[in-house]
């Protein structure tokens, strides 16, 4: 089986060297941007196009659209992977034209899978697979709050759920924490970037007075701090959420 990546470089890499080692799947190209999956289809005709939502240029919704309405050449199956779990995404991802849709993070394993069960005309539930996997990222946030002693009802608890949410879900959020993650947090919750700063700053301080050092070096496997070393923002969203992509690898 044929089969075109239109995914972000890291994504790309990891399902290429998967298919490498398996003799019945070709990775034909791989591109990061909409355009390009869209001349690469043209051009390779997959059986198979994996698909992000987020691309530059075009998004996947761009590139569903022109596979649906305007491609007169054999039209592949399309598996549909973003972030972007929730309902509206999923649905719209389906109505426009993808046979799947599955949330990242994802194993290369999981879309081999699926390529096989929609290869022999199986059928899958992207739709319930994205919301199982939400709803786990979820629970295990709420857990690592809970040991460590960060109270559910300061607003720096849903700033922090939502940073380390984004994070786990785009890596690079944290190398631009300023100028992209707080801003994305900040339209979310109808506040302003300064705010979300402050309140994330708030939240870890009354977990580090609470003084469960122990509970949060435990979560981590290793003595990371003391009581006299809190952690930045940056350094604690990263390192929650490197322990979950961690955990869900």
């Not at 698909?51 to 309405?69: C, E, M, R, T, W």
């Not at 993808?98 to 739709?127: C, M, Q, Y």
Request: glycine fraction near 4%.
């Amino acid at each position: 089986m044929n089969i075109v990546l239109a995914l972000d470089d890291i994504n790309a890499k990891s399902l290429a060297d998967f298919f490498a080692s398996h003799s019945n799947y070709s990775i034909v190209d791989s591109v990061y941007d909409g355009q390009s999956a869209i001349d690469s289809i043209v051009n390779h005709q997959p059986d198979f196009v994996v698909l992000d939502l987020v691309l530059p240029k075009l998004d996947g919704f761009a590139v569903l659209d022109f596979i649906s309405n305007k491609l007169v050449s054999k039209k592949p199956i399309v598996i549909v992977t973003s972030a972007l779990s929730q309902d509206a995404f999923v649905n719209k991802a389906l109505a426009s034209g993808a046979s799947d849709f599955i949330a990242k993070p994802f194993s290369p394993n999981v879309i081999k899978e699926h390529i096989d069960s929609l290869s022999t005309g199986g059928v899958v539930s992207p739709h319930s697979s994205a919301k199982a996997k939400a709803k786990l990222i979820e629970e295990q946030i709420t857990n690592v709050f809970l040991t460590i002693g960060i109270p559910a009802h300061i607003k720096g608890y849903q700033y922090l759920r939502e940073a380390i949410k984004l994070t786990f879900n785009h890596p690079t959020y944290i190398n631009n924490i300023t100028k992209e993650l707080y801003p994305a947090i900040a339209q979310k919750f109808e506040t302003t970037p300064s705010k979300v700063e402050r309140a994330i700053r708030h939240a870890i301080e009354i977990a580090w007075n609470r003084g469960r050092i122990e509970s949060i070096n435990t979560i981590f496997g290793m003595k990371i701090y003391s009581s006299q070393d809190r952690p930045t923002n940056s350094e604690f969203i990263a390192l929650v959420a490197d322990k979950m992509l961690l955990d869900n690898a």
